[in-house]
């Protein structure tokens, strides 16, 4: 089998992996990553998207073999080391941007690369930037103010 090798949340990892492995299963079942969540194999949702050399990748659609050489964040990777969560951690908390949390890692993840790109977006290009994630409970409108406040 071969075998592949990336740094994951400021860490090396490497393992043996099939060539028909995802970047998600080997997140979640060689590295025990299992914040990454899969919520329907097709791409539809976004609950298994990470950041890819600092772009929001959904990690069902990449092989853990295209991911060679790269780094590789997770939503285990956003707060630091002492547990401390990042301000649109607290947001999404705070605001209540979340209720089952399943689509949460994945909103966390797609949500931070917009503040990155765009400090202060507005509510639609809030909206628009994460059509690619299904939230099945909360109707957006709490993800969307956590959003927002953790860009203020």
Same mark, same amino acid.
């Given at each position: !089998?071969?075998?592949?090798? !990336?740094? &994951?949340?400021? *860490?090396?990892?490497? /393992? $043996?992996?099939?060539?028909?492995?995802? =970047?998600?299963?080997?997140?979640?079942? /060689?590295?025990? =990553?299992?914040?990454?969540?899969?919520?329907?194999?097709?791409? @539809?949702?976004? #609950?298994?998207? &990470?950041?890819?050399? /600092?772009?929001?990748?959904?990690?069902?659609?990449?092989?853990? %073999?295209?991911?060679?050489?790269? @780094?590789?964040?997770?939503?285990?990777?956003? #707060?630091?080391?002492?547990?401390?969560?990042?301000?649109? *951690?607290? #947001?999404?908390? $705070?605001?209540?941007? =979340? @209720?089952?949390?399943?689509?949460?890692?994945?909103?966390?993840?797609?949500? #931070? &690369? =917009? %503040?990155?790109?765009?400090?202060?977006?507005?509510?639609?290009? &809030?909206?628009?930037?994460? $059509?690619?994630?299904?939230?099945?409970?909360?109707?957006?409108?709490?993800?969307?103010?956590?959003?927002?406040?953790?860009? *203020?």
């Amino acid at each position: !089998m071969p075998k592949v090798s !990336m740094t &994951v949340n400021g *860490q090396p990892a490497e /393992g $043996e992996v099939e060539g028909r492995t995802l =970047l998600v299963e080997f997140l979640r079942e /060689g590295l025990g =990553l299992t914040g990454t969540h899969v919520g329907c194999d097709t791409s @539809q949702c976004g #609950a298994c998207t &990470v950041h890819v050399d /600092g772009r929001p990748v959904k990690s069902c659609t990449m092989l853990a %073999l295209e991911a060679e050489g790269a @780094q590789v964040t997770t939503i285990e990777g956003m #707060a630091a080391p002492d547990g401390t969560l990042t301000p649109l *951690q607290a #947001a999404f908390r $705070e605001y209540h941007g =979340l @209720q089952c949390g399943f689509c949460t890692p994945g909103m966390v993840m797609s949500a #931070a &690369v =917009l %503040l990155k790109e765009n400090p202060r977006p507005t509510e639609a290009d &809030v909206r628009h930037w994460l $059509e690619g994630n299904l939230c099945r409970c909360t109707g957006y409108h709490n993800i969307v103010k956590a959003v927002m406040a953790a860009a *203020q």
